[in-house]
């Protein structure tokens, strides 16, 4: 029997199915036949034999939301990610054969460890754990993605950060020969982000490298990307290349390209609207097509963990 109900699926059939899903062809493959997640499982079962990325030794974590996740082809071919392109369904076709190793991250500014590090070199200290998290977009649609990743707080402290390190800094690779996207001048590149000490050395944000307990896929951000789950989605800077501990506020892309429109907190916040839509509600990706929107969290559901960070803060001016 080819067709399985979605509990059915083991998490090691869904990343089965992830190489297959890179593929634009199976992609269409599977839209044409009507229910995407049945075509990708009756695939899974006549090709049961299939180099699976699989991260090892992943913990669970009790910091994830029990809310049902996104299928992996709704996290894997509904994205932002302009480097490749500005269409949602641009960065799965153009990411496809993006090279993420080696792949080397810069640590520098004020911390006492810096350096160059290769990727796993990098990663090795940590715990790989799973977090599954909500995550909001500011353009008012929402997703559950469980991801596999290393707690941000936990790298901040191994690099040991000096007293005048204020803020984090990120940087996205900016590669004009494999990032169609940075040929056009849509943003200021390279792809930009920064927390303060505070935010990111709280326990929720992570480094992820997997989703579905594989490698994520290279529209997520392989290798490796940021996730601030109270924090709208943009914050979540993907492929990342620099990390930099600094004294001073990093600026961030999308408030250098529209600053009246996107700040630096970026704060999920049902009550502070964008200047072109309410953010009071979020549209589930998958919920299907006669769903009604659902309330939007402060803090995306998150605030026991963080609303802390901003008693002192207008929220309003500070959005
Ligand atoms: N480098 C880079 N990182 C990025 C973006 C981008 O365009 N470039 N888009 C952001 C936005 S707006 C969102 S909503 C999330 C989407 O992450 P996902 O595609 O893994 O769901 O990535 C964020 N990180
Ligand atoms: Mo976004």
Redesign the pocket.
């Given at each position: 029997m080819l067709i399985r109900k979605a509990g059915d699926i083991r998490p090691s059939e869904i990343t089965c199915e992830s190489n297959y899903l890179n593929r634009r062809d199976f992609i269409r493959a599977g839209a044409i036949a009507g229910g995407s997640l049945i075509a990708s499982s009756a695939l899974a079962a006549v090709i049961p034999e299939m180099g699976m990325a699989r991260l090892a030794d992943v913990a669970v974590s009790p910091l994830s939301t029990d809310e049902t996740s996104n299928s992996f082809e709704d996290i894997a071919t509904y994205n932002?990610f302009y480097e490749f392109g500005l269409d949602k369904s641009d960065p799965y076709k153009y990411a496809e054969d993006f090279k993420t190793r080696p792949w080397t991250i810069e640590v520098s500014g004020e911390a006492e460890k810096t350096g160059t590090f290769d990727f796993d070199e990098f990663v090795k200290p940590f715990d790989l754990e799973e977090r599954i998290y909500r995550m909001r977009?500011?353009?008012a649609w929402s997703m559950v993605i469980p991801w596999v990743g290393i707690s941000l707080a936990e790298v901040v402290k191994h690099f040991n950060p000096t007293s005048k390190a204020q803020y984090v800094a990120f940087e996205t690779l900016n590669d004009r020969k494999q990032m169609p996207g940075v040929r056009g001048r849509a943003l200021d590149w390279p792809y930009r982000e920064g927390l303060t000490i505070a935010e990111a050395t709280n326990p929720l944000p992570i480094l992820a490298v997997g989703i579905y307990g594989n490698v994520i896929p290279n529209q997520n951000g392989a290798p490796i990307r940021l996730v601030v789950p109270w924090k709208?989605?943009?914050k979540g800077i993907k492929s990342i290349v620099k990390i930099r501990f600094m004294s001073t506020r990093p600026r961030n892309s999308w408030n250098m390209a529209i600053p009246r429109e996107y700040g630096f907190y970026a704060n999920v916040n049902p009550t502070v609207s964008h200047p072109r839509w309410s953010q009071a509600r979020e549209r589930r990706i998958g919920a299907g097509l006669f769903a009604d929107k659902q309330e939007t969290l402060m803090f995306n559901g998150y605030g026991e963990h963080v609303a802390h960070l901003y008693k002192d803060l207008d929220l309003r001016r500070n959005y």
């Open positions: 932002n977009c500011v353009e709208y989605g943009f």
